[in-house]
């Protein structure tokens, strides 16, 4: 008996859901074991389920946010050394943004335990990082440790997923200023020394940087790597929209700064709503990461409910 057209349907669904968590996770399940361990833990983590960044980080214009992160980290020579000098960003591309989701996946969703181990590890190799980077003054030295380098990380992350957010998601509890104030204390967890609390801050803070901000053949190195990182044939198409929709979202003097062409938001909001809207139809109405810890919060609400035995 031949299957149905919807049968074909549903297991061509499950087969791009499977790849894109494997591309994301870094799994080749896509449900990793720190995933399913985020069911374990004793709290609700240091957000919550009613929090802002449970509402950003859970939603798909993340995926946009992190590409925006990333160009925007490549404005910051000192940030943009260490991950040339240390990380393995061109030979395991993906390994690297496993290691990125785990700790955003882990900070926003699972108990305050995990939380700080998941931060202990960042700090960890953040302390390894040191080196300098080629200015026109000469050597510059750099250390991840340095209090400017992990905020400026911060702030570029925090300003990505909210731009993005806005752009393509739904209401944030509490609105903007409660996502900054909220994630702050992320930021605090890997080290960041007063870390934004509202988004007039936030704004604030991006500007203070502006004079320390460059493009230069390192950064275009690096925005190339990122505009063609080697995924899959079948998802470079729809990278390319996400890409472009990145680069959308960020001020006119960051693109120009990186030679990014001007992107018209008016082209790219209804296009990447498309695409995350089938995006949304394929994965379902959430992450592993979700349901695990949606499922520790059910554990404890129902532990709370119960009678203390006599």
Same mark, same amino acid.
């Given at each position: ?61 993340? /995926?946009? +946010? *992190?590409?925006? &992160? ?7 020579? $000192?940030? !943009?050394? #260490? %991950? ?87 209401? /944030?509890? +509490? *609105?903007?200023? &409660? ?7 992320? $930021?605090? !967890?890997? #080290? %960041? ?90 994965? *379902? ?26």
């Amino acid at each position: 008996m031949l299957p149905s057209p919807l049968s074909l349907i549903g297991s061509a669904r499950e087969q791009v859901a499977a790849g894109f968590r494997r591309i994301v996770s870094g799994d080749p399940d896509g449900a990793p074991d720190w995933v399913r361990s985020m069911a374990d833990g004793t709290d609700l983590g240091y957000f919550g389920p009613n929090s802002a960044p449970w509402a950003v980080h859970g939603s798909l214009p993340t /995926i946009v +946010g *992190g590409v925006r &992160a990333l160009l925007m980290q490549a404005l910051h020579p $000192g940030a !943009l050394a #260490g %991950v040339m000098q240390h990380s393995r960003y061109e030979t395991d591309a993906f390994g690297r943004l496993a290691g990125t989701t785990q700790w955003l996946t882990v900070v926003t969703f699972g108990d305050q335990a995990a939380a700080d181990r998941e931060c202990a590890r960042v700090r960890g190799l953040h302390r390894k990082v040191t080196g300098s980077d080629e200015t026109a003054q000469g050597p510059t030295p750099y250390a991840a440790s340095d209090p400017e380098l992990p905020r400026w990380v911060h702030v570029a992350f925090t300003d990505s997923f909210l731009a993005t957010h806005q752009v393509w998601g739904g209401p /944030i509890p +509490g *609105g903007p200023d &409660a996502y900054v104030r909220e994630w702050a204390k992320a $930021g605090e !967890l890997v #080290g %960041v020394v007063d870390p934004p609390r509202t988004v007039a801050e936030l704004r604030q803070q991006i500007a203070d940087y502006g004079p320390d901000l460059r493009g230069d053949a390192n950064s275009a190195k690096t925005v190339d790597f990122i505009r063609n990182i080697p995924f899959p044939l079948a998802a470079r198409a729809p990278y390319a929209l996400l890409f472009a929709g990145a680069v959308s979202t960020m001020p006119p003097e960051h693109r120009a700064l990186l030679r990014l062409p001007t992107v018209p938001l008016t082209v790219t909001k209804p296009a990447i709503a498309a695409l995350l809207g089938t995006l949304s139809l394929t994965l *379902g109405p959430a992450s592993p990461s979700q349901r695990s810890a949606q499922a520790r919060v059910a554990r404890l609400e129902g532990e709370s409910a119960d009678p203390t035995p006599v």
